[in-house]
């Protein structure tokens, strides 16, 4: 069987390497003229725009199904691909996740719980919805926003007019302030079937709001566990998912869960199952997507997942520190060019005692 991806990134890349471990053949489409972490990994790179009809033609002819990497792809392109291949995750699924109007929507109309929102497309709609939800609110742009890109915090009404003019005028959402204790996420897998298997709960820690730290299991209570678990799995089943599901949640002081937000695709915080599980993110994919049973979730141990960006890079990687550190598996995305927010690898670092002092060890380490 030879798998698509759509998109050539990290999270491409990983796939790939499963994939070729249980036999499958991989073509990328990565709709960019570039494709650094999966150049040499996938079988077939083609590199070329998203909107480039012989691109998507000789994709479509190369592969028996096709799955994604990352959410931002013109939805007419998933259509077509859905059309002439089969493509899991849906379109429609993607779709929804990849436009924060529609993902808040969705969540809304089918009794899922976050933040209380407004959706806003000019000054005015803004300044009535933050009269509404405010004082602490949050204006997320409903397209293109990740590692906290297209957000920005609104305290006071005189600073709405700034914050309007900073996402440009775009169609946005603004969020009511949300005091949460921790932050985590829940990776769930839904086969053709309809069945459904979630990764252990994963708390998560940002630095520049990009993930710096992954730990698991996470550090909640076993109500607050299975309420996540149970809220990513009926996500999963009101969009007639298949496929690999991310779904961020924000853990508020009462212990409640609310959706921050969900990711069509493996996802940062399931690294850890790279090493901290039977199955990784990337194998429970390509077996729920290809049509295979799912694999085991079952964590083997305590496992704390490091971020490794382009500002531990001093001028290069400390290797030998992450070498001679307990536990610690490296993984490398294949990108050139080091720069400070860049995500060019991770670190997991499995059982042991002290696994997260280590990890916090280590990367003091690449730091300094």
Known sequence: MTLGILGGGQLARMLCLDARRMGFRTVVWSGTPTAEPTVGVADLVIMKGFDNEAARAEFCDQVDVATVEFENIPLETLREVEEAVGL????????????RSREKTFLKENGIPCAPFALVNSLEELQAAYAELGPTTVLKTAAFGYDGKGQVKITAADQVEAAWESVQGEPSVLEGFVDFKCEVSVLVARDEAGRCLAFPVAENEHRHHILDLTIVPARVSDETR????????RLAEKLNYRGLLAVE????????????????????SGHFTMNGCVTSQFEQQLRAVCGLPLGSSELLGETVMLN?????????????????TEGAKLHLYGKKNPSGRRKL?????????????????????LLS
């Open 88 to 99: 899991y995750p849906s379109a429609e699924s993607i779709g929804i996740s990849q436009h």
């Open 226 to 233: 299975k309420e996540a678990e149970e809220t990513a799995i």
């Open 249 to 268: 949640f924000f853990v508020e002081q009462s212990g409640r869960v609310l959706v921050n937000e969900m990711a069509p695709r493996p996802h940062n």
């Open 308 to 324: 490794l960006l382009g500002d531990m890079w001093n001028p290069e990687l400390k290797e030998a520190e992450i070498f001679a």
């Open 345 to 365: 690898g991770h670190v997991n670092l499995v059982g042991g005692s002290s696994v997260e002092e280590r990890a916090r060890a280590l990367k003091e380490k």
